[in-house]
C-alpha cells in the first residue's frame, strides 16, 4: 500500500483561531509540505466550548481553537482537502473533528475516499495519564 512513498513528513501548524492558519498552511503548501499536522488548544482537546468561562486563558494558547463547524470551515478556506495530508494531534474529540473534516470536503465537493491523514485516538495513553 505504501510502497511507493514510504513516509509522509507532516508540517505542525495551529496557531490561536482558523482564521490564521490558512496563511501557514498556504505556505507550507507552497514551499512543496503535502503532509500537515494540526494540534489543537486545550479546550479543543478536552471537548470545551472557548466560550466557556472554564476556557478562559487557554483559547488558543497550545494551538487551534475550534468549537464547531464554523470554527473548522475557516481552516481549509482556499486549500482542497484532496490536496493535503492531514493530521489531526488530539483525543477524545477526534470523531466530532474527523466529522466537521468531512463536512468540509463536502462543502468542496471532495470525494471522502480522496482524504488522507491520521487522528491520534489514543485512549490508552489518556487512561494511563489520569491514573498516573
Known amino acids: 500500500m505504501y510502497r511507493g512513498r514510504l513516509w509522509t513528513m507532516r508540517a505542525q501548524t495551529g496557531f490561536g483561531g482558523p482564521e490564521e492558519t490558512p496563511d501557514r498552511i498556504q505556505k507550507l503548501m507552497k514551499a512543496r509540505e503535502i503532509g500537515l499536522s494540526l494540534d489543537f488548544d486545550l479546550p479543543t482537546q478536552l471537548g470545551m466550548d472557548a466560550h ?37 494531534t488530539i483525543n477524545f474529540p477526534a470523531p466530532i473533528l474527523f466529522g466537521m473534516c468531512l463536512a468540509v470536503a463536502e462543502k468542496q465537493w471532495v470525494a471522502w475516499d480522496k ?18
Not at 115 to 132: C, H, I, Q, S
Open 52 to 88: 466557556d468561562p472554564m476556557s478562559r486563558g487557554e483559547v488558543g494558547r497550545t494551538g487551534l481553537s475550534v468549537s464547531c463547524l464554523k470554527d473548522f470551515e475557516p481552516l481549509f478556506d482556499g486549500i482542497q482537502l484532496d490536496k493535503i495530508n492531514t493530521s489531526m
Open 115 to 132: 482524504l488522507a491523514g491520521t487522528l491520534k485516538f489514543d485512549l490508552l495513553k489518556e487512561y494511563g495519564g489520569l491514573n498516573a
